[in-house]
């Protein structure tokens, strides 16, 4: 009977190991983030065609940095859950080049300062705001 006990006890201490994708997965921001879309209320998605002008990367101890096309940003973090997931971001501190008409820096960088919530998996990071979401994928 002892050795069923045992058997059992182990049993259970190895299925209850952290899955492959890690114990932080749906409820850390903590990472490496490439940004590939935006959704905006009321209108279509956009999709950023060239990676890495627009980053995010969230470490554990509670700082973001962010590339938002030719600018840097940074700031601290706060995220919380489950249940919910929420995420305040300190409002970002940026180089302020000029990057261009076509640059998305200024509704980049709103977006991240106004965030309120994030929802995580292996393959992406989708962040909320009030004005919509941002969706990233791991920066490889």
């Not at 980053?55 to 700082?63: H, K, M, P, R, S």
Request: with cysteine; hydrophobic share 40%.
């Amino acid at each position: 009977m002892r050795n069923v006990t045992l058997g059992i006890a182990a049993l259970l201490f190895f299925s209850c190991s952290d899955s492959p994708s890690g114990p932080d997965e749906g409820t850390s921001v903590a990472g490496s983030w490439d940004f590939r879309s935006f959704k905006l209320a009321g209108e279509p998605v956009a999709t950023i065609v060239e990676p890495g002008f627009y980053t995010a990367e969230f470490t554990a101890d509670g700082q973001v940095s962010a590339r938002a096309d030719c600018n840097r940003c940074s700031a601290s973090y706060s995220a919380a859950g489950p249940p919910w997931m929420t995420l305040e971001i300190d409002a970002l501190a940026c180089t302020r080049a000029y990057c261009g008409e076509a640059s998305l820096f200024d509704d980049y960088v709103a977006a991240l300062d106004n965030a309120t919530s994030f929802e995580r998996s292996s393959s992406s990071l989708v962040i909320r705001h009030p004005r919509g979401t941002l969706r990233f994928v791991p920066k490889l």
